[in-house]
């Protein structure tokens, strides 16, 4: 074999085992991440949050349902869904059997796009365009969803503001619909967080800068938000290729802050951005980037 032709072989042998590495491998490679964030009172204990997104779920995927469902194992205080749970019109109870123990503990979620329609085949190069037409597909029966989390006690932050008492803590919550379809409505939960919560807490799915910045601005201590994938595909030593969204690549996934501490403010506004759990079933891969579940442990900050 002449060398120009075996150049081109070789490099699509290369590219088909990385799809094969990116489809068959590491899109099940369901990985837990760990985070401290010192965001509460100086002597304070920990608490434990579980932070999942992005499950994206299909009715066959046994895998990742059992895996989500075992989470339960870890115990943590609070559990935080930050939507984009549906992957097609029969995932409902899918959904449901993997998040069920989670059910049990205190918990609060934000719906999304992927909760509210299906997803369609779609140009991924198009995602290298940030003002690309969106494309939804037919309506999910994402109230079924929302209704059975509700009545299990999480609560819906969906351009709503709540509170839970966890392990003896109170929590204030305040949350947006997707601001990637510019449905959040800040104005409804806008206003300083509760000063005498022990820690506050604002949710949204995608993480643009406009809302995180409203969130900062009335003194969340921790941000948490989905959406991005992490980038889903990933180019070692570079990072994401895209964000789907306004944050920029160094922020795409895992913990940063957003806000910086100030004079009044000791530990400014932290932000958790999942790299999720799921893909579209139009482009089921992953590359760089496994699907993931955070455990934050919220830990004092110095005294």
């Not at 609560?155 to 449905?183: C, M, P, Q, W, Y």
């Not at 919560?197 to 009335?218: K, N, T």
Request: glycine share 8%; net charge neutral.
């Amino acid at each position: 074999m002449r060398w120009y032709t075996a150049v081109p072989t070789a490099v699509l042998a290369s590219g088909a085992a990385t799809a094969a590495y990116a489809s068959l491998y590491e899109r099940t490679r369901w990985t837990l991440r760990r985070f401290d964030v010192p965001v509460l009172a100086p002597g304070s204990a920990p608490l434990t949050v579980l932070h999942v997104s992005d499950l994206h779920m299909t009715a066959d995927q046994r895998s990742k349902q059992e895996w989500v469902a075992g989470l339960a194992d870890l115990e943590p205080d609070l559990v935080v869904n930050t939507g984009d749970n549906l992957a097609g019109a029969d995932a409902v109870p899918g959904t449901l059997r993997a998040l069920d123990p989670l059910l049990d503990r205190p918990g609060a979620f934000v719906l999304a796009s992927n909760d509210y329609y299906a997803p369609r085949p779609k140009n991924p190069l198009k995602y290298f365009f940030p003002d690309h037409k969106r494309v939804h597909g037919s309506e999910l029966p994402w109230r079924d969803l929302r209704d059975r989390m509700r009545d299990r006690g999480w609560l819906d932050l969906t351009n709503a503001a709540g509170e839970l008492v966890v392990g003896g803590r109170r929590i204030a919550f305040a949350g947006v619909d997707d601001s990637h379809l510019k449905r959040d409505r800040y104005d409804l939960v806008a206003g300083p967080a509760d000063p005498t919560a022990d820690v506050r807490i604002g949710l949204a799915h995608s993480p643009e800068p406009r809302v995180l910045d409203r969130f900062a601005a009335d003194r969340h201590d921790l941000l948490l938000c989905g959406h991005t994938h992490g980038g889903q595909l990933r180019v070692p030593f570079y990072g994401a290729l895209v964000t789907n969204c306004g944050i920029d690549r160094d922020r795409v996934r895992w913990l940063h802050r957003w806000a910086p501490p100030g004079p009044d403010r000791p530990n400014g506004t932290w932000l958790h951005v999942s790299a999720g759990l799921g893909t579209s079933p139009y482009a089921p891969y992953r590359f760089a980037c496994p699907p993931e579940a955070t455990l934050l442990t919220l830990t004092a900050r110095p005294a």
